[in-house]
T-cell receptor
C-alpha cells in the first residue's frame, strides 16, 4: 500500500459525459501528479500540482482539467468524453515536488471505460 | 528529456539473478537514473535510483557505468512476484518539472 488513494476504482460512462476522479496523496506530500495509461500510448504524464498550484503540464487535453485543494487532495475532471479517453488514470505524490531525486508514490488507479 | 533504451522483454528463472540493462547515451550531468516497476493491475512502484555511484537497497541493486551512458538494474534472486514491466527513467529538467517520462520498459517474465 503506497498511501495514495484514488476513487473510484472503476468508472463506466458514455461518450459526451463528464467525470471527476479523486486522489488523496500520502500524508505530508505536497506534490500530486496525474498520469494516463492507455494501451496505445503507454504511461503519459498529464499534469502536476504542488501545494495547490499548477506546476507543470504534460500531454493533457483541453477537455481535461485538474485542481488541488487546500487539504492537498486533487481532482481530475474529464469532460466531453470520447472512446479514446478509456484508460487507467494514476495519481502519484511526492514529498518535495521540485527535487530530481525524490520518489513518487502511485495510487492503484481509476479504470475509466467510455462506451 | 534524455531518452532511454531498454529491451522489450526478458525472461528469467525463479531464484536466479536478473540483470536488466538500460542505455541512456544522452544523459546530462545532473540527471538521476530512476527505476520503477509496474506489477500486473497495479500502479508503478519505485525500485531504486542513483546518480553516479552504484546503489543497493532491499529490493535491488543499481550498477551505473563509469561514463553514465548505461545502467543495469540487478535483482539478486528473482521471484514470481518480480514479474513486471521495469522502467528506466532519467529525471532532470528545469526547476518546474519533476514528472516521470515513461518509455515502453522491459517486461520481465519469471519462470518457476
Amino acid at each position: 500500500d503506497s498511501g495514495v488513494t484514488q476513487t473510484p476504482k472503476h468508472l463506466i460512462t458514455a461518450t459526451g459525459q463528464r467525470v471527476t476522479l479523486r486522489c488523496s496523496p500520502r500524508s505530508g506530500d505536497l506534490s500530486v501528479y496525474w498520469y494516463q495509461q492507455s494501451l496505445d500510448q503507454g504511461l503519459q504524464f498529464l499534469i502536476q500540482y504542488y501545494n495547490g498550484e499548477e506546476r507543470a503540464k504534460g500531454n493533457i487535453l483541453e477537455r481535461f482539467s485538474a485542481q488541488q485543494f487546500p487539504d492537498l487532495h486533487s481532482e481530475l475532471n474529464l469532460s466531453s468524453l470520447e472512446l479514446g479517453d478509456s484508460a487507467l488514470y494514476f495519481c502519484a505524490s511526492s514529498v518535495q515536488g521540485l527535487a530530481r531525486n525524490n520518489e513518487q508514490f502511485f495510487g492503484p488507479g481509476t479504470r475509466l471505460t467510455v462506451l | 528529456d534524455a531518452k532511454t533504451t531498454q529491451p522489450n522483454s526478458m525472461e528469467s528463472n525463479e531464484e536466479e539473478p536478473v540483470h536488466l540493462p538500460c542505455n541512456h547515451s544522452t544523459i546530462s550531468g545532473t540527471d538521476y537514473i530512476h527505476w520503477y516497476r509496474q506489477l500486473p493491475s497495479q500502479g508503478p512502484e519505485y525500485v531504486i535510483h542513483g546518480l553516479t555511484s552504484n546503489v543497493n537497497n532491499r529490493m535491488a541493486s543499481l550498477a551505473i557505468a563509469e561514463d553514465r551512458k548505461s545502467s543495469t538494474l540487478i535483482l539478486h534472486r528473482a521471484t514470481l512476484r518480480d514479474a513486471a514491466v521495469y522502467y528506466c527513467i532519467l529525471r532532470g529538467g528545469d526547476t518546474g518539472r519533476r514528472a516521470l517520462t515513461f518509455g515502453s520498459g522491459t517486461r520481465l517474465q519469471v519462470q518457476p
